[in-house]
């Protein structure tokens, strides 16, 4: 029967893996529609690092042929292959090279004496840099080498910037070892010769002669290329030069449609008029310059973007600007596809879940059930049964296993318990239960076990007088107490065979000495090596009054010496009994008694009698109580020093088996 208030425990199953499952949805739904808002950010960032990577490796793509072309160009002019005065060998080997780069719109080949330029014409109707694309060559003879210098700045007076990167080129090439180090790529400016803004490239050969190689890119190439990465839906790149002027923009539809996209070329990004730019260049101009090149949000007509800078470097010298912008919406379409996944998965999970909890609560509460029920039955003392509960669960097939060890030996302990309610039985059925009479002296004996059965016995065996007649008191009787090592069923076994052998030699009329060595001697051969007995034996003698006795390790004796109101102590005359085969059994003492005289003999578990402190009741106690009680019966006396050892222990249990045996003369 339930008891009230109390729960099954398959309800319990089901209710804690409901509420579990409440739980870790509820913050799987917390997580998906209210955590992801935090993390917008940090994929935002992630996204345009991204975005930035991806532009550096396009923008790679688009300069590192030309960088390459270059250098294999210089190789041929230092390997003999490549010279500037053979008009028409120079032309057989750069004109393939050039031809594969779209991206070049011209190439120079240039020295202290002549320049080669050769320039691509666009296709019929098609972009200027289309790989159908002529070349149209000059040649430009620069004279001679004392004012090489001047010629070539003559020659490109007509730009609008001079970068004067053949200068540069020479003076890389003759201190720069590598090929980074020897490029020198110069500012945007006009080239005179076709009237378009462009980067040149230019590479400054080694020995045997001061040959400089140079390409053009156009801006407006480089910007019809950056307008082509595409890194969100809606969010694009620009790129500009160091000094942050505009090459390519991401508002594709104001800036780059019809003939006025070069007009937006080199233009400061404030006189674009671009909100976009405006606000994004307003996110950056508070920052430190620590922060600048990492993702700022800021907000545009009222929409939050992210934006990112990085320089992109061209060679050791010269470098472009990177900026992406990336709108916080081109996120959120997919985060709400993503919110509106993850909350119908987890309703399917959550029913499919509920089902299985019901059925798996069923199935893990049928054994545990079945256990209960058996565990019913044991309570109930019915013990026959067999415990036997199908489960493939190695916990509660651990469990029956033990239900069912328990049973088996529960059943084992009742038969047990009987056998040692029989032992008690026939234990206490074996102490006298009337002690002889012995003419002139009162005697009182008590026994009681720690556990069903003790180690303890007593007897008073009466001698045969001689008169022919048994109901008259006996006028010499031996006297027993002792106490096995241990309690329990063993040392009732043994205190019982030393009470056994004690009478039959006592009926053969053996001296009592020879008994004792006798007794010893067997014992010591029977027993265990940690178990002995601890014996006090006597002989009374009524007719002398003396009291002949032997303490084999039993003590101490209490003697009350009525004459002088004292109480004196005794202790053991030898060894206990059944350590060695030998034992020194002729140290019997004489003890004379004289009329009120009491003589007491109690085994260990009196003196040994703990209180809840833990400290023993003692001899000093027990003393004082028969000096209180000498002049009462033998029988009040024993009463008295159970009385005193129970006081003391409280409600603890006995620790050790308790016996007396009391003495008085009359």
């Given amino acids: 029967m339930k008891p009230p208030g109390s729960i099954t425990l398959r309800a319990a199953l089901l209710r804690g893996q409901l509420l579990i499952l409440a739980i870790l949805s509820g913050a799987l739904l917390f997580a998906t529609y209210l955590g992801t808002a935090s993390a917008v950010g940090a994929l935002t960032r992630s996204l345009i690092r991204d975005a930035v990577s991806l532009v ?41 090279v050039m031809g594969d780069l779209s991206q070049v719109g011209g190439v120079v080949v240039v020295d202290q004496r002549v320049e080669h330029r050769l320039e691509r014409q666009p296709g019929a109707g098609g972009p200027r840099l289309t790989a159908g694309g002529a070349w149209r060559v000059h040649r430009h003879p620069l004279g001679t080498a004392d004012d090489a210098s001047a010629a070539a700045g003559a020659h490109r007076e007509a730009a609008s910037v001079d970068p004067d990167w053949y200068a540069g080129a020479s003076e890389k090439a003759s201190a720069a070892a590598s090929l980074e180090e020897r490029l020198y790529w110069s500012r945007p400016y006009l080239s005179a010769e076709e009237g378009q803004l462009v980067m040149t490239g230019a590479l400054g050969c080694r020995s045997p002669s001061d040959v400089v190689v140079a390409v053009d890119v156009l801006l407006e190439d480089l910007a019809t290329f950056v307008r ?19 090459i390519a923009h991401p508002d594709r539809e104001r800036f780059w449609q019809g003939d006025d996209a070069r007009g937006w070329l080199l233009r400061n990004p404030g006189e674009l008029q671009s909100p976009l730019i405006d606000d994004a260049v307003a996110a950056y101009a508070g920052l430190p310059s620590s922060e600048v090149g990492q993702p700022v949000l800021f907000f545009s007509s009222g929409e939050p973007w992210w934006v990112q800078l990085r320089q992109f470097s061209l060679a050791s010298e010269g470098s472009l600007v990177v900026a992406v912008m990336i709108p916080t919406t081109d996120l959120l379409a997919e985060r709400r596809r993503f919110r509106l996944a993850i909350g119908l998965v987890t309703l399917a999970v959550l ?10 609560a069923r199935r893990l509460s049928r054994p545990i059930e079945a256990l ?14 067999a415990i036997e509960v199908p489960s493939r669960l190695a916990e509660v097939r651990a469990l029956a296993e033990a239900q069912e060890k328990m049973r088996s030996g529960l059943r084992e302990a009742v038969k047990l318990e009987r056998d040692l309610q029989l032992a008690r039985q026939i234990q206490q059925g074996s102490l006298p239960q009337r002690l002889p009479a012995v003419r ?17 016995t007593y007897d008073v065996i009466p001698l045969p007088s001689g008169s022919g007649s ?59 090596r940690n178990r002995f007995i601890t014996a006090w034996l006597a002989e009374l003698d009524t007719q002398r009054h003396v009291l002949r006795w032997l303490a084999a390790g039993q003590g101490p004796l209490l003697h009350y010496r009525a004459a002088a109101g004292e109480v004196s102590t005794y ?37 040994e009698a703990e209180d809840p402190s833990g400290h023993e009741l003692g001899v000093e106690r027990l003393t004082e109580v028969l000096r209180r009680v000498h002049n009462a019966s033998a029988e009040s006396i024993v009463d008295s020093l159970r009385a005193a050892a129970r006081d003391w222990t409280g409600d603890r249990p006995l620790a050790d088996d308790c016996s007396a045996l009391v003495l008085r003369r009359e």
Avoid: K
Wanted: charged letters at 25%; hydrophobic letters at 45%; proline letters at 6%.
């Fill in 228 to 246: 082509g990465i595409s890194v969100s839906p809606n969010g694009g790149v620009s790129l500009m030069t160091d000094d942050f002027r505009l």
């Fill in 571 to 607: 202790r053991g005359t030898c060894l206990p009994i059944g350590i060695f085969p030998t034992l020194d059994a002729d140290r019997f003492r004489e003890q004379p008694l004289e009329p009120g005289d009491v003589f007491v003999a109690l085994t260990d578990g009196f003196f």
């Fill in 470 to 528: 048994d109901e008259r008191p006996a006028e010499r009787a031996i006297l027993l107490l002792a106490d096995a090592s241990g309690h329990g069923i063993a040392p009732a076994l043994v205190v019982t065979q030393l009470r056994a052998m004690l009478r039959i030699a006592v009926r053969l009329g053996a001296e009592l000495v020879t008994v004792v060595e006798q007794m010893n001697e067997q014992l010591a051969a029977d027993l265990p």
């Fill in 351 to 360: 029913l499919a879940t509920i089902v299985w909890s019901m059925r798996f």
């Fill in 56 to 96: 550096e490796i396009e923008l790679q793509l688009f300069f590192g042929p030309v960088r390459r072309a270059l250098d294999a160009t210089c190789s041929w002019h230092e390997s003999g292959l490549l010279d500037p005065e053979n008009h028409e060998a120079l032309l057989q080997l750069v004109l393939p």
């Fill in 372 to 385: 209960m029920d058996a565990g019913e039955r044991i309570s109930r003392g019915e013990l026959d049964a």
């Fill in 440 to 456: 002139g002296y009162d005697l009182a004996a008590w026994s009681e076990p720690a556990d069903e059965t003790g180690g303890d």
